[in-house]
Structure formats: structure tokens, C-alpha cells
Antibody, heavy 122, light 108 residues
């Protein structure tokens, strides 16, 4: 069974750093892309970026390039999303999801993590 | 960037009725690289349809997708109580990947 299990909810202050995680199991973690999607409170879905764990190839959405860092450690089957200096506007639910690309150059997402709620407040 | 516009914003229907959701793209979505997701309150999105018309594993056949280029439709043939949720479309023909703003299907 494919599973993506994300780290727990976080409450942080503006300016603090944060790294959240997503552990995959039940499939070949190394050779499947993992994407990150933001959902701000009461809003829709926004793609942030995607990583290929085997070689750490990373593609960012222009909206998030430079704002976050995506990475993966294939030895422990975990993908990460991190911030160096959080802002209140980073308050959101963050989802990881497995990317699929049957024939396409880009990806849809067939399995999703349960989400990590990040709250940034002074 | 391909902008996806979903309509209507909210659809008020009764169980057993047919739901028709629209997703319109600002540019052609080549090769029909469009997916649909369902999201219920407090849950992660769930993949329903990929490549415009292919049902994901385990998705009931009352869900169907159609369309091409710039106009796509998700149809739920007969609404079940568990189908009341928010639905998103997503294009994966080019970067950045984009989602529509969502259509909420609510109980009338």
C-alpha cells in the first residue's frame, strides 16, 4: 500500500526556520517524484515544487523559487520542505504527493500525505 | 502560466442528481494532461481523473471526465452523499503546474 506520512503540526514565530518531512512507503520511493502543494486557510491548491529522490533533481514553481527549499534523502525515504525565515503569510496546510507522468513531461499527483499544518504567529 | 477557471463556484444539488463541473484553461492543455481531484473538509485531496478522462484506481464509474484543449468537464452521474465536497482541476502540460480555484458541490 502506497503511503506518504507527513510530520506533525508546527507553531512557529516569524523569522524562525522550519523543516517539515514526508516519508514514503509501499512503492519505489527513489524513482518516483514527490511534489509539495500549499493550501492557505480556506483557499485552493498551489503547486510549490517537486523533487526526484534518486538524483535530487528539483523543479520549483516560480512563485516559490527562493522562498523555500525542497530536498530528499533517498536512504531514509524522506522528502523535505524547509524555510529559513518564516512569515505570517506562510501559515497554511502543506501536502506532499507522489507525482506521476504517464507520457507527459510534468506531473499529476496520485497519492497524497495527510498534510502538515504550519502556523506562523507572533 | 496556464490559468484554470472552474465554474460554477458552488453547485447546490440533491443526492441522486447529476453534477456537471467545468474547467476552462487560458491556453491549450496539450495531450489532455488534465487531472481532477476531490477534497473533503479536513482531508487531503484525492485523485479522481487523470489525462482528462481516465479514472484513477478505485474511483466509482459515476465519475467521468471529458473535454480537450481548453474546455474540460467532470461529471458525477448520480450524486451520493459522500460526493459532496470541493473539486479541483489541475493541468500538467507545462510548468508551473496549476490548479483551478475549485467548485464546491453542496447539498441543496
Amino acid at each position: 500500500e502506497v503511503q506518504l506520512v507527513q510530520s506533525g503540526a508546527e507553531v512557529k514565530k516569524p523569522g524562525e526556520s522550519l523543516k517539515i518531512s514526508c516519508q514514503g512507503s509501499g512503492y519505489s520511493f527513489t524513482t518516483n517524484w514527490i511534489g509539495w502543494v500549499r493550501q492557505m486557510p480556506g483557499k485552493g491548491l498551489e503547486w510549490m515544487g517537486i523533487v526526484y529522490p534518486d538524483d535530487s533533481d528539483i523543479r520549483y514553481s516560480p512563485s516559490f523559487q527562493g522562498q523555500v527549499t525542497i530536498s530528499a534523502d533517498k536512504s531514509i525515504r524522506i522528502a523535505y520542505l524547509q524555510w529559513t525565515s518564516l512569515k505570517a503569510s506562510d501559515t497554511a496546510m502543506y501536502y506532499c504527493a507522489r507525482g506521476r507522468n504517464l507520457g507527459s513531461s510534468w506531473y499529476y499527483f496520485d497519492f497524497w500525505g495527510q498534510g502538515t499544518l504550519v502556523t506562523v504567529s507572533s | 502560466e496556464i490559468v484554470l477557471t472552474q465554474s460554477p463556484g458552488t453547485l447546490s444539488l440533491s443526492p441522486g442528481e447529476r453534477a456537471t463541473l467545468s474547467c476552462r484553461a487560458s491556453q491549450s492543455v496539450t495531450s489532455d494532461y488534465l487531472a481532477w481531484y476531490q477534497q473533503k473538509p479536513g482531508q487531503a485531496p484525492r485523485l479522481l481523473i487523470y489525462a482528462a478522462s481516465n479514472r484513477a484506481t478505485g474511483i466509482p464509474d459515476r465519475f467521468s471526465g471529458s473535454g480537450s484543449e481548453t474546455d474540460f468537464t467532470l461529471t458525477i452521474s448520480k450524486l451520493e452523499p459522500e460526493d459532496f465536497a470541493v473539486y479541483y482541476c489541475q493541468q500538467y502540460t507545462r510548468s508551473p503546474l496549476t490548479f483551478g480555484g475549485g467548485t464546491k458541490v453542496e447539498i441543496k
